[in-house]
C-alpha cells in the first residue's frame, strides 16, 4: 500500500531508508544547516572500527553493552539500597538518605536532557555511572554527612542515566530496524524489554555478593543459616552484632562491580554524536531542553502513564526498603535480605524480558490487564496476612510482585518510544522525574505510616494505571500497534 509523500518527521522515520539519527537531529534544528566546524563530542563513532561487523552485531554490541554495564553499575547500588533499612537504622539514616537521594533525582530528570545534548548518550551514561560511585565510596564511613552528600550524587547520577540508556536503545532500534527487516515499534519495545531485563538483573550479582558473604559471616560465627524452628515473632537482632569486616568486604565488591561497568560502557557503547547547532550554547543545552522537559511533564499523555511510572518506582522502593526490614530482616534474619532482594530482581527481569518481546504476537493490553489482576490478588494477601516469621511467605508473594512489576516497569519506555519518537530525550526525561516521584514516595512513606499504608497505596495505585493505561492506549495507538497480528497498510502515530 503506498504511503502519500509527507514532509513529518514521524514519516520520514517510516520510510524504508532511514536517515543516521544524526540526520534525524538536524532535521529537528528547523533545517538550518551547521556552519561551524563540530567538537570532539559531536562526531559520531563506533567502538572495534577494525572488525567488519554486520549490522545487526553493532546492533545487539550497543544494546547488550549498554545493558550489562547499566546492570553491573546498579547491581551494588541496588543492594546497598536494600541493605539501608537494616544497616543504618539508627536515627532512620538509612531510609532518610534513600528519600533525599530520590528527590535529587527528580531534580536531575528536568536536566537529563540537557546533559544528553551536551555528552551525547555514551558519555552521559560514563558520566552518570562515575557520578553513582561515589554513593558506593561513602558507605564506608556512614554518618550524615558523609551518606548526605553520597546520596545527592547517586541522586544527581540517576536522571540522565536511565534516559541516556532509553535514549541510546530507541535510538539504535530507529537506526537499525530497516537493515534488519523488523518493525521499528517492534524493535523498540524489544531493546527496551532488554534494558528493563538488565536492570532488573542487576539485583542478582550484588544481591549473590552480599547473600555469599552475609551467609559466611554468620556461619563464622557459629550460628545456623537456617533457623529451625523460627521465632514465634519478627524480633531479630542479628544485624547489630554483623562483623565490620565483612561489610567492608561486601562494600569493595561494590565498588569493583561499578568500575568494571564504566570500562565495559567505554568498550562497547558506540557514541552517536551529540547535538549541535549555531544557536546560543545557554540556550540550546539548558534553556530549549529544560523548557522541552516541562512542556513534556505537560502533555496529557505523559501525565497519563504517570500512574504506571508510580506504580513501578513506588513498588520497587517499597520491597527494597521496608519490606525487606519488616519481612526479611526483622522475622528470618538480615543475612536473608541478598536473597529476597534476588528474588524480586529476577522475577521481575525475566517478565520485562518475556514480555517486551510477547508484544510482537500478543496484544499488550491483554498482558497488562491479566498481570494487574495477578497483582491485586498478591497485594490482597498482604494485608490479610498476619506479619509473622515464615520463609514461604516472605519469598512467595515478592516473587510474585516481582513478575507483576516487571511488566509494569516495561511499558512507560515502550509507550514513549512508539508515541514520542521524535521528542525521546525531554519524553524519557519526563518518565523518569515520575519514577522520582515514586521512589520518594516509597522510602518516604514508612518514616511516617506502616506497612499496610504503602500496600494499600500499591493497590490503588495498580487500579489507576489500568485506567490510564487503557485511556491512553485506546485513544493513541492505532490497530498495528495495538494487535500486532493485524496487518494493515497505516503506520501513524497519533501525536
Same mark, same amino acid.
Given at each position: 500500500?503506498?504511503?502519500?509523500?509527507?514532509?513529518?518527521?514521524?514519516?520520514?522515520?517510516?520510510?524504508?531508508?532511514?536517515?543516521?539519527?544524526?540526520?534525524?537531529?538536524?532535521?529537528?534544528?528547523?533545517?538550518?544547516?551547521?556552519?561551524?566546524?563540530?567538537?570532539?563530542?559531536?562526531?559520531?563513532?563506533?567502538?572495534?572500527?577494525?572488525?567488519?561487523?554486520?549490522?545487526?552485531?553493532?546492533?545487539?554490541?550497543?544494546?547488550?553493552?549498554?545493558?550489562?554495564?547499566?546492570?553491573?553499575?546498579?547491581?551494588?547500588?541496588?543492594?546497598?539500597?536494600?541493605?539501608?533499612?537494616?544497616?543504618?537504622?539508627?536515627?532512620?539514616?538509612?531510609?532518610?538518605?534513600?528519600?533525599?537521594?530520590?528527590?535529587?533525582?527528580?531534580?536531575?530528570?528536568?536536566?537529563?536532557?540537557?546533559?544528553?545534548?551536551?555528552?551525547?548518550?555514551?558519555?552521559?551514561?560514563?558520566?552518570?555511572?562515575?557520578?553513582?560511585?561515589?554513593?558506593?565510596?561513602?558507605?564506608?564511613?556512614?554518618?550524615?554527612?558523609?551518606?548526605?552528600?553520597?546520596?545527592?550524587?547517586?541522586?544527581?547520577?540517576?536522571?540522565?542515566?536511565?534516559?541516556?540508556?532509553?535514549?541510546?536503545?530507541?535510538?539504535?532500534?530507529?537506526?537499525?530496524?530497516?537493515?534488519?527487516?523488523?518493525?521499528?515499534?517492534?524493535?523498540?519495545?524489544?531493546?527496551?524489554?532488554?534494558?528493563?531485563?538488565?536492570?532488573?538483573?542487576?539485583?542478582?550479582?550484588?544481591?549473590?555478593?552480599?547473600?555469599?558473604?552475609?551467609?559466611?559471616?554468620?556461619?563464622?560465627?557459629?550460628?545456623?543459616?537456617?533457623?529451625?524452628?523460627?521465632?514465634?515473632?519478627?524480633?531479630?537482632?542479628?544485624?547489630?552484632?554483623?562483623?565490620?569486616?565483612?561489610?567492608?568486604?561486601?562494600?569493595?565488591?561494590?565498588?569493583?562491580?561499578?568500575?568494571?561497568?564504566?570500562?565495559?560502557?567505554?568498550?562497547?557503547?558506540?557514541?552517536?554524536?551529540?547535538?549541535?547547532?549555531?544557536?546560543?550554547?545557554?540556550?540550546?543545552?539548558?534553556?530549549?531542553?529544560?523548557?522541552?522537559?516541562?512542556?513534556?511533564?505537560?502533555?496529557?499523555?505523559?501525565?497519563?502513564?504517570?500512574?504506571?511510572?508510580?506504580?513501578?518506582?513506588?513498588?520497587?522502593?517499597?520491597?527494597?526498603? *521496608?519490606?525487606?526490614? @519488616? !519481612?526479611? +530482616?526483622?522475622? $528470618?534474619?538480615?543475612?536473608? /535480605?541478598?536473597?529476597?532482594? #534476588?528474588? &524480586?530482581?529476577?522475577?521481575?527481569?525475566?517478565?520485562?524480558?518475556?514480555?517486551?518481546?510477547?508484544?510482537?504476537?500478543?496484544?499488550?493490553?491483554?498482558?497488562?490487564?491479566?498481570?494487574?489482576?495477578?497483582?491485586?490478588?498478591?497485594?490482597?494477601?498482604?494485608?490479610?496476612?498476619?506479619?509473622?516469621?515464615?520463609?514461604?511467605?516472605?519469598?512467595?508473594?515478592?516473587?510474585?510482585?516481582?513478575?507483576?512489576?516487571?511488566?509494569?516497569?516495561?511499558?512507560?519506555?515502550?509507550?514513549?518510544?512508539?508515541?514520542?519518537?521524535?521528542?525521546?530525550?525531554?519524553?524519557?526525561?519526563?518518565?523518569?522525574?515520575?519514577?522520582?516521584?515514586?521512589?520518594?514516595?516509597?522510602?518516604?512513606?514508612? *518514616?511516617?505510616?506502616? @506497612? !499496610?499504608? +504503602?500496600?494499600? $497505596?500499591?493497590?490503588?495505585? /495498580?487500579?489507576?494505571?489500568? #485506567?490510564? &493505561?487503557?485511556?491512553?492506549?485506546?485513544?493513541?495507538?492505532?490497530?498495528?500497534?495495538?494487535?500486532?497480528?493485524?496487518?494493515?497498510?497505516?503506520?501513524?502515530?497519533?501525536?
Amino acid at each position: 500500500m503506498e504511503v502519500s509523500p509527507s514532509n513529518s518527521l514521524t514519516d520520514i522515520r517510516r520510510q524504508s531508508q532511514l536517515p543516521t539519527p544524526q540526520e534525524l537531529k538536524d532535521f529537528i534544528q528547523d533545517g538550518r544547516p551547521v556552519t561551524r566546524r563540530p567538537s570532539v563530542l559531536e562526531k559520531q563513532s563506533e567502538t572495534f572500527q577494525c572488525l567488519s561487523l554486520s549490522p545487526k552485531a553493532k546492533t545487539y554490541k550497543n544494546v547488550l553493552g549498554a545493558g550489562l554495564s547499566f546492570m553491573l553499575t546498579m547491581s551494588g547500588l541496588v543492594s546497598l539500597v536494600s541493605l539501608q533499612s537494616s544497616l543504618n537504622d539508627a536515627q532512620g539514616l538509612g531510609l532518610a538518605t534513600l528519600a533525599i537521594m530520590n528527590a535529587s533525582f527528580l531534580v536531575s530528570g528536568l536536566f537529563a536532557s540537557s546533559i544528553i545534548r551536551l555528552l551525547g548518550t555514551k558519555y552521559s551514561i560514563i558520566f552518570a555511572f562515575s557520578l553513582s560511585l561515589v554513593y558506593s565510596l561513602t558507605n564506608f564511613y556512614p554518618e550524615w554527612y558523609t551518606l548526605v552528600p553520597g546520596a545527592l550524587f547517586f541522586g544527581f547520577s540517576e536522571g540522565p542515566m536511565f534516559a541516556a540508556m532509553n535514549t541510546h536503545v530507541t535510538t539504535i532500534a530507529i537506526k537499525y530496524a530497516p537493515k534488519l527487516n523488523e518493525n521499528p515499534d517492534h524493535l523498540i519495545a524489544f531493546f527496551n524489554g532488554i534494558i528493563t531485563m538488565f536492570f532488573k538483573l542487576s539485583y542478582l550479582p550484588g544481591n549473590l555478593a552480599t547473600t555469599a558473604i552475609l551467609f559466611s559471616e554468620r556461619s563464622s560465627s557459629g550460628a545456623d543459616i537456617i533457623q529451625s524452628p523460627l521465632s514465634p515473632v519478627c524480633n531479630n537482632t542479628e544485624v547489630e552484632t554483623l562483623n565490620p569486616t565483612y561489610v567492608y568486604i561486601l562494600l569493595s565488591s561494590f565498588v569493583t562491580l561499578a568500575v568494571s561497568a564504566i570500562i565495559i560502557a567505554c568498550l562497547f557503547v558506540d557514541h552517536p554524536g551529540a547535538l549541535r547547532s549555531n544557536t546560543p550554547a545557554v540556550r540550546f543545552y539548558l534553556k530549549d531542553p529544560v523548557m522541552a522537559t516541562v512542556r513534556m511533564i505537560l502533555n496529557w499523555k505523559i501525565l497519563s502513564i504517570f500512574p504506571m511510572t508510580l506504580l513501578s518506582s513506588f513498588t520497587a522502593a517499597t520491597l527494597n526498603g *521496608l519490606l525487606t526490614k @519488616v !519481612y526479611v +530482616s526483622d522475622c $528470618i534474619g538480615v543475612h536473608w /535480605v541478598g536473597l529476597f532482594s #534476588l528474588t &524480586y530482581g529476577t522475577c521481575s527481569g525475566i517478565s520485562a524480558i518475556v514480555t517486551g518481546r510477547l508484544v510482537k504476537y500478543i496484544p499488550q493490553f491483554l498482558m497488562v490487564y491479566g498481570f494487574s489482576a495477578l497483582m491485586i490478588g498478591d497485594l490482597l494477601f498482604l494485608l490479610l496476612w498476619d506479619v509473622s516469621p515464615s520463609y514461604l511467605k516472605a519469598f512467595l508473594p515478592v516473587a510474585v510482585l516481582g513478575v507483576c512489576e516487571g511488566m509494569w516497569h516495561a511499558v512507560p519506555p515502550t509507550l514513549v518510544g512508539m508515541i514520542f519518537p521524535d521528542e525521546k530525550e525531554p519524553a524519557y526525561s519526563a518518565i523518569r522525574m515520575e519514577l522520582a516521584i515514586g521512589y520518594t514516595l516509597g522510602f518516604a512513606v514508612p *518514616l511516617f505510616a506502616n @506497612v !499496610y499504608a +504503602s500496600i494499600w $497505596i500499591m493497590l490503588c495505585l /495498580v487500579i489507576s494505571s489500568v #485506567l490510564c &493505561y487503557s485511556v491512553l492506549v485506546f485513544l493513541t495507538l492505532s490497530k498495528d500497534q495495538l494487535c500486532p497480528c493485524y496487518k494493515s497498510g497505516s503506520k501513524k502515530i497519533s501525536n
